[in-house]
């Protein structure tokens, strides 16, 4: 299954216009993806808020990951507060799946953000966590922090902005959007054999581990037939006619 670095700001001096900081507000979005992530058997690293942009990035560096994904929000130049809005998505120019990935995070936000026409994706060399990192890497700013339409949508669509998040992070993965549930026990229930943990919900995808027969296991989404469970620290697809919830 996918794993990302997930990078919300550590930014607690940039304040937003209608109280509070960048910071706060990346992380509130960071944390209302976790669910999002774990249904939908994407696989996380993230950072802390008391690191560096630097200390994230070495991080990231130091694991193999398939997305280094950073939250942000913008502000305006000096003279010109308040005066700005929109949402840029970075990604580096040489970076084929960096593009990629910023290209779909471009399209869904344009589907939630007031302003479609102002969201864009964009190339850069100057953003180390989009330069500096071993992984495809995305730097998304989030609207103006110092604009009050901005800094209002960002405060009032958090649970949506999560989701929208994921569900870009599932079409680039290729893996299907799962809605969060309760976290179920659950054992697998064979004949004989065993149960395969696949990486995608197919007959055919790639074989994560096999499970035998009473193996424990934890429920943590459901596609069509298919449970997005964990296993052992393993997560990915297993048949749901094989598993029975406890």
């Keep these: 299954m996918p794993r990302i ?21 990346m992380n509130l979005i960071a944390d209302a993806m976790i669910p999002y992530l774990q249904s939908s058997g994407i696989q996380f690293t ?16 130091s694991g193999t990951y398939d997305l280094h994904l950073a939250l942000h929000s913008n502000a305006a130049p000096e003279g010109q507060y308040g005066t700005y809005t929109g949402v840029d998505v970075y990604y580096s120019p040489i970076s084929r799946n960096g593009r990629r990935a910023a ?9 939630i953000y007031p302003t479609p026409s102002k969201v864009r994706a964009i190339s850069t060399t100057s953003i180390g966590e989009v330069t500096q990192t071993r992984a ?28 929208n998040l994921v569900l870009s992070l599932t079409e680039y993965f290729g893996i299907p959007f799962v809605e969060p549930m ?15 943990l696949r990486a995608r919900p197919s007959r055919t995808a790639r074989i994560i581990a096999s499970m035998p027969n009473g193996a424990a296991l934890s429920v943590v989404g459901q596609w069509q037939d298919w449970y997005v469970v964990n296993y052992r620290g393993l ?12």
Excluded: C
Aim: charged letters at 15%.
């Design 136 to 163: 495809p890497a995305v730097f998304l700013e989030l609207g103006y922090h110092d604009n009050v339409n901005d800094a209002t949508w960002v405060s009032d669509n958090i649970e949506r902005i999560a989701a």
């Design 103 to 111: 290209d779909i995070f471009a399209r869904n936000l344009k589907s």
């Design 46 to 61: 993230r950072n802390s808020p008391d690191m560096t942009a630097a200390g994230a990035i070495a991080q990231s560096n």
């Design 235 to 246: 997560v990915g697809y297993a048949a749901s006619q094989y598993v029975n919830i406890l």
């Design 182 to 196: 309760p976290v179920r026990m659950a054992v697998v229930d064979v004949s004989s054999g065993t149960l395969n």
């Design 5 to 25: 670095y997930l990078s919300p700001s550590t930014q607690e001096g940039n304040m937003y216009v209608i109280g509070g900081s960048e910071e706060y507000y």
